[in-house]
């Protein structure tokens, strides 16, 4: 019995692409949180590095590297993974995690990792839309 190939991200883009806009927010992320609360620019290492962690463990499934655009399940295992992860290596080395911490950390991180995959998906919809109609 033959199965079918595990499918391929779509178009000529490499998918470290979008690893590196994953990245980009997670340290986008970090520096936002840290001039909020205004922290010295020094420490930003030391803030990013557990969420950094995080996003390469949620990039090492092969999902995730097939499949890089879609939202579920690739863009919530790469955002849960991320929150989960990087607030646990906060938690461990003693960078803080109480309070509103865990649910800003959750609640920033769904909106970065999971608001850029929705702009492919309208994209794609207004384009059917249109082309129903042409």
């Known amino acids: 019995m033959e199965t079918d190939p595990e499918p391929v991200a779509d178009g000529p883009i490499h ?8 990245l980009l927010c997670v340290l986008a992320f970090a520096l936002v949180g840290m001039l909020s609360h205004g922290s010295p620019l ?64 959750a609640g920033v991180l769904a909106v970065l990792l999971l608001g850029w995959r929705v702009v492919p998906l309208v994209l794609e919809r207004r384009r059917e839309r249109q082309a129903r109609y042409l």
């Open 15 to 22: 998918p470290f692409w979008w690893l590196g806009i994953d």
């Open 42 to 105: 020094g420490e930003y290492f030391s803030t990013a590095w557990p969420f950094v962690v995080g996003l390469a463990v949620a990039w090492m499934a092969p999902g995730t590297r097939s499949l890089p655009l879609i939202l579920w399940p690739t863009g919530v295992v790469v955002w849960v993974t991320t929150a989960v992860i990087g607030l646990l290596l906060r938690w461990v080395t003693g960078g803080g995690v109480s309070g509103a911490f865990p649910y800003v950390t």
